[in-house]
Each structure stands twice: as C-alpha cells, then as structure tokens.
C-alpha cells in the first residue's frame, strides 16, 4: 500500500511541479504588496507635511517588544509547519499556538498604542496628515495581522480536535507564507514610520 | 446507477434546478458564460447611456437633457464599458477557453472562481443601484457624476455630496477584489494545470496572453483598490490624503489613480491580441508567425505598461525631464505593439485567407487597431498631448481602441467559439450584415469625432455654442452610432437565433488547431474524457498531418 | 470572392477621404488663418502653438506614412492571398517565422522611436522651460467652480473671465506669463490658438506663458471635468496693441464709479449680501468667492463668457443664475422686481 501511495505522489510530482496553492498565495501576496506599496508611497510623500501637529517625534514611541513578538512569530511559524511535515503533533500544536499568541500580542501592543493617541493624546486619522497617513499604513498591517490571527485561530481549533493531519502540511504552509509576508511588511512599515519617519 | 427507479422531475421543479445549477455552479465553462452574458447586458446598457449622450450632443445647445443628468452619464458609461463590460467579457472568454486550450478539466480554484464571478456581478449591480439613491431619476438620481478617473477634490464630500461617489467607490471595490481573484486563479490554472507535453513554449498564443494580462492584474487592479481605500477614508473617516485644506495633493490621486488606469488599458487589449492571434492563423491556414516574439512582445508590453502612467497627466505641470521621461516609455511602447501587428501581417503573408465572419473582425480590427495605435503615437508627443489630452480627439483615440479594437476582436471570438460554446454556428449571412454595418458605423461615429478635438472640443461638456464649428461633425458622430444600434440588434438577433436554430456545429467547424476542437461543442462538465498529451503548440494539426507534423520544427 | 474585393476597395476609399480631411485640416493651418473654427488647434497664433504646430506636424508627416505603408501592406496580403474559387484543397506552406525579420521590425521601429522622441523633448524643453524675461506682464489665473479669476499683481488689480493681454510682434517681444491657481476643484486653462492645455490643481501653483502676435479675441475654455457648469466654464481673451492695453489697464486701475443716481441699488447690493462675494473697490464689497465687479461694464460677457453682457440679460442673471446657467454656485436671492431693477441699474453703472 505505502509503495502504491509513494507512485502515485512521484507521478503528481512529476506532472505538476508548481503546487497550486503556493502560485496562488504569492500571486496574493504580489497583489497585497502593490496595496502596501501605494500605502507607503503616500506615507513617505506626506512625510513632514502635515500643516500643525502633533508630529512622529512627539508621540511615537518605538514598539520594541510587540516587534520583537512579530518576528519572532515567523520561527515559530516555521518550526510549526516543519514539525507538522515530519508528522509531530504535539510539536506543531505547540509552535502553533506560540505563533498565535505571538500575533495576538503584537495586535493588543497595536489597540494600546491606538488608544493611547486617540484618548489621551487626542491624535486621530483626521488630526493631520501625519495621522491620516499613519493610521491608514498602520492598520491596513494590523488588519493584515487580523486576518492572519483568524485563520491561525481556525488552524489552531482544528488541530485541537485532530483534523489537521501530516498531509495537510502543505496547506498549512501555504498560510504561512502569508503569515511570513505579514511580518515581512512589518518590517517595512516599522522601518518608515519608527525609523525613518520620526 | 438505478436509473429506471428515479422518478421524472417536473418540468418546475428542473427548470428550478437549472437556474440554482447557475447560480451556485463552479464550473469554469458556465462561470465564463455567465461573465460573458453579465457583460452584454452592461455592454447594452451602457449603449443606451451613449446613445442619450450623442442625442444631447449632436446639435450646439440643446436642452434634451440637463447638465446634472449629462455628468452622471458619462461618469456611468465610462465605469460601465471598463470594469463591467470589457474586463468581464474578457474575464469570461478567459474563463471558458483557458482550460480547455491548456488541456485541463477546470481552473486551479473553483470556488474560487465562483466567488470572483458574484463580486464582479455585485460590484456592477450596486453600481446601477446608485440611481436609486435619491434624486430624480431623469437628471440620472444619485448616481456618480465625477468622471470614470474621478479626479479629487471633486469627489470629497464638499464637491460632491450624497452618496453617488460612495457607491462607485464601493462598487469599484467589490469588483476589483474580483478582478484580482479571477487573476490569482488563471495564473494558478495556467502554471500549474496544463496538460502533459504543453511546456509553457507550447502553450496556445491566447494562454500566454491571459497569463501576461492576469499578472498585470495582480500589480495595476491593487493600486486601484488601495487609492479607492484611501478616498473612501477621505470620505467616510475624515482623513486628508486628497485634502487640499489639510494640506493634501489632489496630483497624488492622479498617480495611484493611472498607475492602475494605463496597466488597465493593456489589461483590456491584449486579451484581445490572444483572440486576434487565435483566430488569424486558422482562417489564414498558416502557424502564427514568430511565436517567440510575439510572447515576448506580449511580456514587453506588460512591463513597460507599468511605467508610462504619466502620460495621461502631461498637462498636469510635472516637470520637463519628467514628461519627456514618460514620452519616451510610452513611445517605446510602439515597438513591441509593431512587432505584434508586423507578425499578424507576416501570418497573413502567403496564406489562404477565408473571409469568414470571424476572420472578417479580426482583419478590421488590424486596420482600426493601426489607426488608434498612430494616434496614440500623436497623443505620446507631449506637446501635441497639450492641445490633445482632454478634447474630443483623445476620446476618439481611446474609443477606437476599445471599440474598434477591442470590441471587434469581442465579435471576432463570438462568431469564432460560438459553435464551442453552444454547439451550433452563428449564422455567416447575419454575421456579414452585422459586420459592414458595424463597420459603417464605427467609421462614421468615431473617424469624425477627432475632428471637434482638433478644433478645440473638450470632452466632458453636455453642450457647446454655436459658431465654434463643432455642430456638424457631432451630428455625423451621432448619425454613426443609428448604425452601430442596428449591427448590434443584428448581433443580438443572430446570437439568439441561432441558439436554437443555427446549423449543428460539431466539434470542430474550423478545421482549427487548439486543444478546445479536440473535444465535443458544447464540451462536457470534465472538458476531456481523457487528458491529452500534446508535442507542439498546434496538436491538433499533429493529428491532422501526421506526414508533416508541427513538433519536427519547433 | 470579386465581391470582396470591391468591399476592400470601398474601405480604402473611405480611409483615402479621411486621409485627405487630415491634411486638409493642416493645409487650412498652414495658411494660419481659422476658417473652421475660432479655437482650431492648427491655427496657432502665439509661439507655444506655433512650437507645438510643428512638432505635430511632424508626427503627423510621420504617423501618415506609417499608415501609408502597413496600411497598403495589409490590403495587399489580404486581398493577394485570399482563399482562390479554385484552390487546390491543400495547406499552404507552413512558416514559424523567422529572425531576420523580428530584427527588423524591432530595429526600426526603435529608430523611429529615437527621433521622435528627441525631436519632442526638444520643443517640451523650449516650451516648458523659457524663461520669464523681466518685463513680461504677469498674470494670476485662479480656476473657480465655474469661473476665472485674473490678478495683475504688477498693477494691483483683478478682473473675471476676460483676459486682456498685450499683443506681441516680432520687434516688441511681449509675453505675459501666468500663474495657474485653483480655488476648489481642478481645471484646466486652454486657449488652443494660443498654447496648450495646462490644469489648474489645487496645492499645485503651475506656469503656462503666450506671446500672440495678433489683437483680437481668442476663445477657449475649461478642459478639466470641474462639476455641473463645467460646459460653461467658458475663456476669452483679448488681445489688445499696446497702448489698448495701456487704457485698458489704467481704467481697471480705478475704483469703481461712484453715481447717485443709483445709490439705492448700491445699498441693495449690501442689503442683500451680494457684497459677501463679489469685490466693487472703493466700497465696503471686497468679497473674494466671485467675480470682482469693479468694472463690470467693461467686460462683453457674464456668467464666464456664457451670455452677451446687456441690461437683459445681466437682470436675467441676477434673478435666477442657476436658471440661467445650471450648477453656477450664485444662489437665487429673493427680490422683488423693483429691487431687481434698482441693483442692476446700479451693476450697469460699474464702467
């Protein structure tokens, strides 16, 4: 039977060396990266032309730790999907949920500094162009980020219950490149608005 | 199967299951058809739109309709004819023709597929809705009245308030999340679902170009989607990217807005080249010629599309260096778009031409797709641009690329995969008539608009004075488009003529070449009862002339 | 299959007619006169036109004998290799293509390409970027939703709708240069016998300059999409000698007559907050949102070169403008018709 099941997949394989699902997320992910790049496009063009205040410098402050949760979220990502190809459950439950917490941490690191410009600093999209642009960059990510916590959510609830299996690695990596190309735009977006914007 | 114990529907209860087969089908050959129907319907719609148009313009001031009524028409036609006439026609012949040429049971995605189809329908749907949105339905309601490029600040909420242009930017919306879906999916079905032996330098000239259009797709319908994200932010949120008083730049919206609109216009053409490169060599009895260079020609122009966007805002004020950049890349353009129509010509050169209705559009479409590609030469001189862009001549130049390209390369593929589609032939006498009147009346709406353009018309205005020496070429412009009405009932007629009565076609009327002849007309659910294995790029000439097989020279 | 070749021969006689209208049309621009209309592109009669006249002819001389050749090389392989009544039933030869001639047709095209496209930046270089000689007349362009507004910063004065600008002659080189502002939405300023289109954005301050070589009235009009009155959002200007334009300016330099014979009409004109939008110097109107009625008298139009300027019509106007010319943002005051009488006595006094 094992011999049986090795043929078939040399043959698909063989015929089929691109898989559908990776041509169709990175077609995804070149679409999303056009979006972001409009996005970043307008944020650096508007860069220190906003007619009054407040500016980058006097409210931002660089969000080491919910970054360093981000990224880090990518490892685990991809020990979670190595783990579930070598058919490792436990393993890839484990990273699975880091990598969700992770996300979630960095979405909560978002709503706080959020709340923080818009109750105490009275800073919102309609402020100047510094928060038209600021907020639109930063939470056209964090939406990103949103969706991807859902899916993760979804993956993660399935595995509780034992539907996700070592022949559903590919899809599973599949999500993960997005997941991958979400923190890659962070590290964009972190670059302009945190480093060279402020 | 049982079958003898099943009990035979009513004819209700089948009619129903026909129209829920529709309606939640995934099927790659009934979605493509659905776009194309979705598409003619708008295609008739936005033909009344321009009819009442021509009649308003076709004598200095007259009073047929208001100015109010005027603005939204032409901002309604212009939407229309591009996101829910052209892309989904052209969607839906990619659709139908993708997987069958490439040998493949269905698109990589179906579902997928599905869900394109139904946002693209809502987008158009809820479009139209906007006319339901208050005001009076004769000055055109609620709808938008901002122009199909919608320049801000005309569009924050000062300039235009209720809610036209938050439907048009919803609905662009909607329809460009489709449009990027159906997109993900032919890239997809196209690398990953052809049949054995189809190496990509094998692949039929019309997948080739679906795959050029559907990356474009992909980096110019974003752009789009992220400007209407952005205005909408202005409208709805109170943000301030297009905000001249917060200190916001309208000309930004005019970048985002082209870098999508230019891609656009290749977007919509080269899906016409893949009929155009489909059909001509069939009926001329040869290959196509310089197979090679045409892909690359193709590939060329999908890059440097990308980087003439500017070329619509010469007039804009950029910089010298900068409009003399953006000349050069849009005349570079010229070069790959030659390269095309000297190969078409080339496929021509030595055949045995059979004038069949199919074949008749296409050699009207080289001829009008030359005269709108020289103008287009003239509009790319930046100077000559000054006087041009924005006047009657631009709207002539674009019109006889949509229309008299574009649309004849449409008709073109009607009357080519018709048979396929329904399995019987439209009929060549119709189809004749349909042509030489279309043809009149393209000549005479679209040869004679230049011409206002040239003595200072500018587009967009519901009416002119007198003494500016505009009134008769107008009224030759609307007397054409009596014509184009009468080509396209013609069409109309034959189309559902023939549906029902039309000759049987049998799998293969043409005596063509593609993989989509090898199987019955209509094709069944599964398009192949066995995947075929092709060696050249013509594998039903292989079988055909087994002594003098294409794969010996390829 | 004769039949067909009569159908050919119908399509190239149509397209040889248009071919014809072309050069017709050019030929009537060469002779620099405007027989068919007063805003022909092909009658210039200022030097940005006449730059940009030559480049198109050019491109046109060039684009026409493209036509000419792909044109007669297309109607020839159509109609020589046309499926014969007694053909032999086989294939024709098969050609894939062939190198030599992709290079070909690649090669030349690019060089096509080459020269136009420096023969183009050059005249954009020539036009765009001349510079401002010191004594040119200056101009403020402001682009309103549906109107123009003209500032002549040198003489501290503006004006609406009509240009008035000296005339240039090939011993008194006289260009005036505007400055091409918006008010609201985008516009575009275009006089087509004069130069070309150039928008007028807001945040966005841009430069056009013309130099016409004959006094007389040129017309033009908005090229931009504006909003509902954008049809009517009409130019004129006028070209005057110089001393014309001398008068012209020293008159719009003064404050606006002061009759008493209408002294009730100019209370109206505050009473009724018409001087919340329009400026009449030397009174307390120095509203900015309309036209500057200073000297309305002078100018042979209202509504933005809509209508005549006679006492009819201006009372037209003022009793409904959005009857009169629909979208125009001048809202309908209510008045009665004494009133009515009463401000445009007083508007006709404005000389």
Known sequence: MSATSVNVAAEATESQPLSRGRVGMWCLIIAESAIFLIFVVAYIFYMGKSLDGPTPAQILTVPVITTICLLSSSFTMHWATGALREGKQLLFRVFWFITLALGATFLIGTLREWHRFIYKENFTISTNLFGTTFYSLVGLHASHVAIGLIALSTVMVLALFGKVKQEHHERCEVLAMYWHFVDAIWVVVFTIVYGLGR | MATDSITLPSPRAESRSVVLDWLCTVDHKKIGIMYIVYALIFLVIMGCEAILMRIQLARPELHFMTAAAFNRLFTMHGTTGIFFVAMPILIGFGNYLVPLMIGARDMAFPRLNAFSFWMTAFGGIFLYASFFAGGSLLQGGGAPAVGWFAYAPLTSPAFSPGHGTDFWILSLLVAGVGSIGAAVNFVATILCMRCPGMTLGKMPLLAWMNLVTAGMILVAISPLTAAQLMLMADRFLGSHFFDPAAGGQPVLWMHFFWIFGHPEVYILVIPAFAFISEILPVFSRKAIFGYPAMVAATTGIGFVSLGVWAHHMFAVGMPSYGNAFFVLTTMVVAVPTGIKIFNWLATLWGGKIRFATPMLFCLAFLFQFLIGGLTGIMLATAPFDWQLTNSYFVVAHFHYIIVGGILFGIFGAFYYWFPKMTGRMLSEKLGKWHFWIMVIGFHLTFDFMHVPGLLGMPRRIYTYQAGRGWGVWNMITSIGVIFQVAAILIFVYNMVHSYFKGAVAGNDPWDAWTLEWATTSPPPDYNFSTVPTVRSRRPLWDIKHPEDPDWKYE | ?351
């Open chain 3, 1 to 351: 299959m004769r039949k067909f070749r009569l159908r050919g021969w119908v399509r190239r006689a149509w397209r040889a007619g248009l071919l014809v209208l072309c050069s017709a049309t050019v030929s009537f621009a060469a002779a620099n006169t405007a027989p068919l209309s007063p805003t022909n592109i092909f009658a210039p009669d200022s030097t940005p036109a006449q730059s940009i006249f030559r480049i198109s002819a050019f491109v046109l001389e060039i684009t026409g004998a493209i036509f000419v050749v792909v044109f007669s090389l297309l109607a020839y392989a159509v109609i020589k290799f046309r499926e014969r009544k007694d053909d032999d039933g086989f294939e024709p030869p098969q050609v894939y293509g062939s190198n030599q001639m992709e290079l070909a047709w690649t090669v030349l095209p690019v060089l096509i390409v080459v020269v136009l496209f420096l023969s183009t930046a050059q005249v954009i270089h020539r036009v765009q970027d001349a510079r401002e000689p010191a004594d040119a007349v200056q101009v403020t362009a402001v682009g309103h939703q549906f109107w123009w507004a003209y500032e002549y910063p040198q003489y501290k004065f503006s004006t609406a709708n009509e240009l008035h600008v000296p005339v240039s002659t090939a011993q008194a080189d006289q260009p005036t240069f505007l400055k091409l502002l918006s008010a609201d939405v985008d516009h575009s300023f275009w006089v087509p016998r004069l130069a070309g289109k150039t928008d007028l954005i807001p945040n966005h301050p841009n430069t056009t300059w013309i130099d016409p070589h004959q006094p007389g009235i040129y017309l033009g009009q908005c090229a931009q999409f504006c909003g509902t009155a954008h049809a009517n959002m009409l130019l004129r200007v006028y070209v005057q000698t110089p001393s014309d334009f001398q008068r012209w300016v020293h008159q719009q330099e003064q404050p606006a007559v002061n009759d008493p014979s209408v002294a009730i009409g100019r209370t109206l004109f505050i009473a009724k907050a018409c001087f919340a939008c329009h400026t009449v110097r030397g009174t307390i109107a120095a509203g900015k949102v309309g036209p500057d009625l200073t000297h309305l008298m002078s100018r042979d139009t209202i509504a933005s070169g809509m209508l005549p300027n006679t006492p009819e019509n201006l009372r037209k106007w003022i009793q409904n403008p959005p009857a009169v010319k629909e979208g125009a943002l001048m809202p309908k005051v209510d008045m009665t018709d004494e009133q009515l009488t009463q401000i445009t006595a007083y508007l006709e006094t404005l000389k």
